[in-house]
């Protein structure tokens, strides 16, 4: 007996400009077999335009550390394009680069709730909105639009790390392990309905990007885990955080007093991290003739 055809859901990815997270997602959300990428909504890295008021607050050794992992990333995922046709398998690809091998439809924004986005994303009829480490926060006209939900993808344990940038600041706190959740989104900050979480060891050399890496990658499989019962009528877990009994604690953007006692005790990232995230496929065996 025949089982019956099971249509692909149809996602639109919420993406952040240059994000190592955003991209590895997006990269793992093109290889499941139960999702159809028909858009992509793009944001630039910082949310305000006033580059000089922003580098102040966090300070400016932690702004040109961060500039500087931005070039060594584009550097590397060049060097990824560049090396992609000789390759079996496929290497890391920057958004940008992935959303024009698959004409996928793009839009930038600053302002993710701002009418015109909300009619680019209507207009791609999706099933479902990921949210793919997106740093702009969803109102209900947004919310609303896809057919089953939003869901995110939190580089933090919830319910007690909400907010941005929990890749740094459980090192920054000196814990033992870092998590990950994926949740519904809702009107609230990082409030939604748990579908899962898992928990990672952070060990005395672990840096900033490799627990991000971690936390993207172990989030993008648990979205596709999502996704696939989603897409057969399956019903997914719904755990009510305010009914849950743990600390609840918001996290902000590190200030330069934060950055300072982190980079006493840890590195915020190393050449190699970055340049093993984007090619480490390349040492994997060819398949035998």
């Known amino acids: 007996m025949d089982l019956p055809e099971i249509r692909k859901l149809r996602a639109v990815i919420l993406y952040s400009a240059g994000h190592a997270g955003s991209a590895i997602v997006l990269n793992i959300m093109d290889e499941a077999p139960d999702i159809e990428i028909v858009g992509i909504v793009r944001a630039p890295p910082l949310k305000t335009k006033n580059l000089k008021e922003d580098m102040r607050r966090m300070g400016w050794r932690f702004s040109w550390l961060l500039l500087w992992q931005r070039v060594v990333q584009m550097i590397v995922f060049a060097l990824a394009i560049f090396l992609r046709p000789w390759l079996w398998r496929k290497l890391l690809l920057p958004g940008w680069y992935l959303a024009r091998q698959k004409q996928i439809p793009v839009k930038s924004c600053r302002n993710i709730n701002h009418p015109n986005i909300e009619n680019f994303m209507r207009a791609q009829q999706p099933d479902i909105i990921i949210s793919a480490f997106f740093n702009r926060i969803l109102k209900q006209n947004i919310i609303a639009i896809p057919r089953l939900g939003v869901l995110n993808i939190h580089p933090g344990w919830l319910p007690d790390y909400k907010g941005v940038m929990n890749y740094f600041w459980v090192l920054k706190n000196n814990d033992a392990s870092a998590g990950v959740t994926l949740h519904w989104i809702n009107e609230g900050i990082d409030t ?27 989030g993008g499989r648990m979205a596709v885990s999502a996704a696939r019962k989603l ?50 496929r390349i040492w994997r065996k060819r398949p035998s003739a």
């Open 192 to 218: 939604g309905d748990i579908i899962s979480r898992r928990r990672f060891i952070i060990h005395p050399d672990t840096t900033q990007h490799q627990v991000l890496v971690k936390a993207a990658t172990i």
């Open 231 to 280: 897409a057969r009528g399956e019903p997914l877990p719904a755990l009510d955080q305010t009914q849950m009994a743990h600390p609840q604690s918001y996290f902000g953007m590190p200030a330069e007093q934060d950055f300072e006692a982190y980079f006493a005790k840890r590195r915020f990232f190393r050449i190699r991290d970055v340049l093993g995230t984007a090619l480490r």
